[in-house]
């Protein structure tokens, strides 16, 4: 095949960031995606509809002139959140909350410790049909980090579920064979979404040969053998696992270093990315479901009008984003070639 066209897709899962990197990373992902859900991990985060209300107004002032592009948005949850909380964010436009244990991954120190205290708030979000979208690691220092997510799982999230189980749940970046098992057998309230990473790398990409700081992100990537059921996953063409591409910018310099920041800049090659990998598995076919239908039909939203068109075309992620301050990003893939490019969105 040398040119595939599907509906507008959707981002269901990404991080915009705030302030002049909204310059950057609003068009970037605007170029092919017609809406996106935005994760709140701000300084300070997106706790309430006021907060929600600004961001999204920040956002939309970054929008291309011309281009037609919908914030979804999200606040984060702490353990002060209340069933007003939820309510009033819900008004304001909020479809989802976003669950990060505290000290999982970036600004998340103030999220939360104490899962049981928003069980009235699940118990809210249940009734308003507001959906739960879950960071799934452990923070306990004991557990290793390659595990943290089956932990997750195992301690956690099928506690949750079974009390509520027409809490719609999107168990978010999935890593490992054991999530995607999980979400398979669970109820049709609980799917995952995949980033381009996962699907394309496992943890040797990350340390053989010298460490390589911007294939660094969280959930950290895993041995091949998960890395293939992920890849089988998207493969099979079920509807419970979508796209998300988890894109999350920090400049150069704070990954560059003794300890660096966990993130893959992935939004402005993301679709071409994840059709390269469909193309391998011989399952472009199933592709348009996973970018365009599936998340829509889960979060309730109607799928996009409109079309974008792929077209199979070699070309080089660049070395760097300028950001315009004298910063730049390494974007995820940086100085690799990929086959497919956008050519009409
Ligand atoms: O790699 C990641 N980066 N994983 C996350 O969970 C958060 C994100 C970020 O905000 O930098
Ligand atoms: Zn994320």
Redesign the pocket.
């Known amino acids: 095949m040398q040119e595939i066209t599907i509906q507008t897709p959707d981002d269901l899962h990404l991080?915009f960031r705030d302030e002049s990197m909204l310059l950057n990373t609003v068009p970037a992902t605007a170029r092919c995606f017609r809406r996106a859900i935005v994760?709140p991990?701000l300084v300070p985060p997106v706790t309430n509809a006021e907060r929600l209300t600004a961001y999204r107004e920040r956002i939309l002032s970054a929008v291309p002139p011309g281009k037609h592009f919908e914030p979804l948005m999200t606040i984060y949850l702490t353990d002060n959140t209340d069933k007003e909380t939820v309510t009033s964010a819900k008004a304001a436009g909020a479809v989802a909350a976003k669950l990060y244990p505290a000290g999982a991954?970036?600004?998340s120190d103030t999220a939360v410790t104490d899962l049981e205290r928003l069980y009235p708030v699940f118990e809210q979000m249940q009734k308003i049909d507001m959906l739960l979208l879950v960071?799934g690691e452990v923070t306990d220092t004991h557990i290793d980090i390659f595990d943290r997510e089956k932990e997750f799982i195992d301690q956690k999230l099928q506690v949750i579920h079974a009390r509520f189980p027409n809490l719609k749940i999107v168990f978010e970046h999935i890593t490992t064979k054991d999530a995607a098992d999980f979400v398979s057998q669970a109820n049709e309230f609980m799917a995952a979404t995949i980033t381009p990473q996962h699907l394309m790398l496992n943890r040797n990409d990350l340390l053989v040969g010298g460490i390589r700081p911007h294939n660094y992100?969280?959930p950290v990537l895993k041995r091949s053998t998960h890395q293939q059921a992920l890849r089988k996953a998207v493969q099979s063409g079920s509807h419970k696992f979508f796209l998300g591409t988890?894109s999350?910018p920090?400049e150069k310099h704070k990954k560059e270093t003794a300890c660096g920041?966990?993130?893959c800049y992935s939004a402005w090659s993301a679709i071409e990315l994840y059709a390269q990998v469909f193309e391998e598995l011989d399952a472009l076919d199933k592709l348009e479901g996973f970018a365009s239908h599936y998340g829509a039909d889960f979060y309730g939203l109607p799928r996009n009008q409109g079309t974008i068109t792929l077209k199979k075309e070699q070309w080089k992620i660049p070395d760097a984003i300028h950001l315009g301050n004298g910063e730049d990003i390494v974007p995820f893939f940086a100085g690799q070639t990929i086959n497919w490019k956008v050519t009409d969105a």
Request: with cysteine; hydrophobic share 25%; proline share 0%.
């Open positions: 991080h994760m991990n991954t970036t600004n960071h992100c969280l988890d999350a920090h920041c966990a993130g």
